[in-house]
């Protein structure tokens, strides 16, 4: 929900200049409404859209790439402790990815409508005012926040495998029971050829 995300932006931006410039939540959503209309409740978009596929494709990718690297290498075994350390690199790696595009988004969503051209223009004013090290503005509380985020969801993804699959969770790597779907699809595909 992007205009959600533009309301919790916004009131999180009330510093200086813009202290109290919305009274609560909804004095948000009411103003912006009226000064901007819908499309300052949608302001940043894509942009957000952006960001969420590239930090959901960064966890999930590396999460299994880097638990399967522990584990095959022998540095920790299949078990809570290897995928606490798998799910906080993961959101590592998501962080630094998304990192520039969050920014961006952050910036143009807490913009005035007459600030930036479009989404490239905020881009191009970002890199000029600030090079690359305003790209990774906030990083830490990013990662923090990712980070946390990752490690709850993939415990507890974990644990659920554990729950619906206890006899096949820890016999088999991320990639052997990857090849052993493709082989049961295969088999199901050939047979039902034959029907």
């Known amino acids: 929900m992007n205009e959600t995300d533009v309301v919790k932006v916004r009131m999180q931006a009330q510093f200086g ?4 410039r919305y009274a609560n939540s ?6 912006i409404f009226t000064k901007e209309g819908m499309k300052g409740l949608w302001r940043g978009c894509l942009p957000n859209m952006t960001r969420n596929g590239i930090v959901n494709i960064g966890e999930v990718v590396t999460y299994d790439i880097i638990k399967d690297h522990l584990i095959h290498s022998n540095i920790m075994s299949n078990g809570t402790p290897c995928h606490l350390v798998s ?12 990192s520039p595009v969050d920014v961006v988004k952050t910036r143009f969503m807490n913009s005035m409508p007459s600030q930036y051209k479009g989404v490239l223009h905020c881009t191009t004013v970002l890199w000029r005012e600030l090079g690359f090290a305003g790209f990774y503005k906030g990083f830490v509380p990013a990662l923090l926040r990712i ?5 709850l969801m993939f415990l507890s993804y974990e644990q659920m495998k554990i729950i619906m699959q206890p006899d096949s969770v820890h016999r088999f790597s991320p990639q052997e029971n990857v090849e052993r779907a493709a082989k049961h699809i295969l088999f199901k595909e050939k047979h039902a050829s034959v029907k």
Not at 26 to 31: F, G, N, P, S
Not at 87 to 98: D, S
Not at 147 to 151: E, L
């Open 17 to 20: 200049n813009n202290l109290g």
């Open 26 to 31: 909804t004095d948000a959503y009411k103003k």
């Open 87 to 98: 799910a906080f690199a993961a959101g590592f790696c998501g962080t630094v990815l998304a």
């Open 147 to 151: 980070g946390t985020w990752n490690v």
